[in-house]
């Protein structure tokens, strides 16, 4: 069993954090790695000019490099935020692990399986932390919800139903992005969107997927880019459906047309005992039916107690560093980034068929390190 470098591990020693990618997901990584006492910023990867990053706020003028090799050259960052287009998630990722960095990386985990097994190899082999930035994952419902059902409250658990719907691609004045580009982003909502369904269904019910099957289009074709139009070639929208642990059935909607969806993701899910449904526009509140209520009855609003102990989350870099720190690991991990990409490889696979296809790659034991318990460093270190 590896054990973290005294250095870092002190408390001493500032942690030394590079980010890498200056965009929409950078500004978030980077408010919390400077708002973070005892971390000190040591570099910013882009290929683009300053002025063009979508950086604001404190940060920005720390030294700027072109290429991850530049920065790991010059400086020997502790941990890294990968927050670039998918297409460039791996190849980073993996220099960073050889030069001994913990890796926090946005979703999806890669373009496709092969790669993210390459990762979560690289990382066990490096001996240092993977952490997946699956945000949803620190929304109070979502928690609240999990909380329930490991608890008994919903009894055992029989239908799931989750919807992550976003109205962009119809909005007036959007340019073509390389989120409309498969070569860049992999894939379009059903795995940008998608894999945070995915991860919920996973994180919130315990149950890992066994087979899934479903249905793409792409309904917007083309998109301007300056004064080019320029072809869409990723999915628009995707449905589908899994089959999970249990017998479990699982309904899942996402789309990038949604017409009067900002950005709106729920979740319910049904039990022998109770329902339960939360919404993203609604972080601390869920719905839950009443025991032994009639049969026309009606969900009930009720708040998340604010005594409960997992209702305030550290962002992902934070939840790094206080990994690093305390040596427990209490995050999304490069596991369950790999089992997301998992169950996206194989509905891709069964779109193209159109067939049903078997989810082979599991995160482990569900419910134990991989949903976020403490557990020992070690495990993640071995
Ligand atoms: N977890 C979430 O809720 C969430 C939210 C938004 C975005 N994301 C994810 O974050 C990632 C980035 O998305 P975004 O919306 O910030 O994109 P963006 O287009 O706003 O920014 C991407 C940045 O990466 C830079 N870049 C491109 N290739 C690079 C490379 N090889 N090395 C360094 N920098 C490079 C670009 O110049 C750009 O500044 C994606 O994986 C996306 O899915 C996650």
Redesign the pocket.
Same mark, same amino acid.
């Given at each position: 069993m590896k054990r973290i470098r005294n250095a870092e591990s002190d408390g001493e020693h500032p942690l030394r954090y590079a980010l +890498? &990618?200056? &965009?929409?997901? &950078?500004?978030?990584h980077l408010k919390a790695i400077c708002g973070r006492k005892n971390v000190r910023l040591v570099g910013i990867?882009?290929?683009?000019p300053a002025s063009?990053?979508?950086l604001g706020g404190a940060g920005r003028e720390a030294p700027h490099f072109?290429? +991850?090799e530049a920065l790991l050259g010059e400086v020997r960052p502790d941990i890294v935020s990968?927050?670039?287009?998918?297409?460039? *998630?791996a190849?980073?990722a993996m220099a960073a692990l050889r030069s001994d960095a913990h890796v926090v990386c946005?979703?999806?985990m890669a373009m496709n399986l092969q790669e993210a097994r390459q990762m979560e190899q690289a990382r066990a082999a490096a001996g240092r932390l993977g952490l997946m930035?699956?945000? *949803?994952r620190n929304v109070a419902a979502f928690r609240f919800a999990r909380q329930l059902i490991q608890d008994g409250a919903m009894g055992r658990v029989t239908r799931i139903h989750i919807s992550y719907l976003q109205s962009h691609l119809r909005a007036a004045g959007g340019r073509w992005?390389?989120?409309n580009d498969a070569a860049t982003?992999g894939y379009g909502a059903m795995g940008?969107l998608g894999v *945070?369904m995915i991860d919920a269904a996973r994180f919130v019910t315990g149950l890992e997927f066994r087979r899934v099957t479903g249905l793409k289009r792409t309904w917007i074709t083309e998109r301007s880019d300056e004064e080019v139009r320029r072809p869409v070639t990723t999915d628009t929208d995707a449905v589908f459906l899994g089959e999970m642990q249990n017998d479990a059935t699982a309904v899942f909607e996402t789309g990038q047309t949604a017409l009067g969806y900002g950005n709106c993701f729920r979740l319910e899910v049904g039990g022998e005992l109770a329902t339960v449904r939360v919404a993203s526009e609604l972080p601390d509140h869920i719905e839950l039916s009443e025991r032994g209520a009639g049969w026309k009855a009606k969900l009930k609003m009720k708040r998340v107690p604010r005594e409960f102990p997992g209702r305030n989350r550290p962002a992902s870099p934070d939840a790094i560093v206080d990994a690093i720190r305390s040596g427990t690991t209490d995050y999304p991990t490069f596991r369950d980034g790999l089992a997301a990409q998992g169950v996206l490889e194989a509905l891709d696979r069964a779109i193209g068929t159109r067939s049903w296809m078997e989810c082979d790659e599991q995160a482990g034991e569900v419910g134990g390190t991989q949903h976020g318990e403490p557990a020992n460093l070690g495990e993640e270190l071995q």
């Open positions: +890498i &990618g200056a &965009g929409i997901a &950078g500004c978030a990867v882009d290929p683009a063009a990053w979508k072109t290429t +991850i990968i927050c670039t287009p998918t297409r460039d *998630h190849e980073l946005e979703k999806p930035n699956f945000s *949803h992005t390389w989120r982003a940008d *945070h």
